[in-house]
């Protein structure tokens, strides 16, 4: 697992999500923060994705064996500006979300124990895991495009569970394992 990836709290300006939202003054997160909250991130080499060992060792060690690739931007999107806006709803999920970014950028926020949004920038090369029952949303950057690829343990689902879902049994379970205050709806 590598620390290389780049993480600060967000500011509380809630206009264009794709700007990086840096609070004045900037306040980083110790790549070491990120595992006490579930989130898991190893640097690859997207250009060798198709043959790459460490990927595979990945995969095997977590039981992801279904894989497919997403193109995001306007072009090849069909209502691209609503999936965003889908995207960076507040959700969870039952399963853990694990997406390689391959080409591009985007922004996985998460919350962290005190309710605090961290966004995580993500880029060619990054691999993230985001452990269920964690609120979470994504959005692009400004660069308006990623491609990623997204695994899965058995067959695809991706079920998003707006917040509130205190009571769902991947949130039950998430803040049982790292634990943090419950979380008020918005």
Partial sequence: MASSIEAWFMDDIHDNPQLPHHPNPQELVSPHY???LGVLHWKLNPDKYED????????ADRGYNYMDLLDLCPEKVENYEQKLKNFYTEHIHA???IRYCLEGSGYFDVRDKNDRWIRIW????DLIILPA???HRFTLDTSNYIKLMRLFVGEPVWTAFNRPQEEHPA????????????VKAH
């Fill in 95 to 97: 399963d853990e979300e």
């Fill in 52 to 59: 790459d060992q460490e990927l595979e060792k990945i995969r």
């Fill in 171 to 182: 949130r039950q379970s998430y803040k049982r394992h790292f634990g943090g205050t419950p």
């Fill in 133 to 135: 029952g964690i609120y």
């Fill in 34 to 36: 990120l595992p006490e």
């Fill in 122 to 125: 993500i880029k060619a090369g």
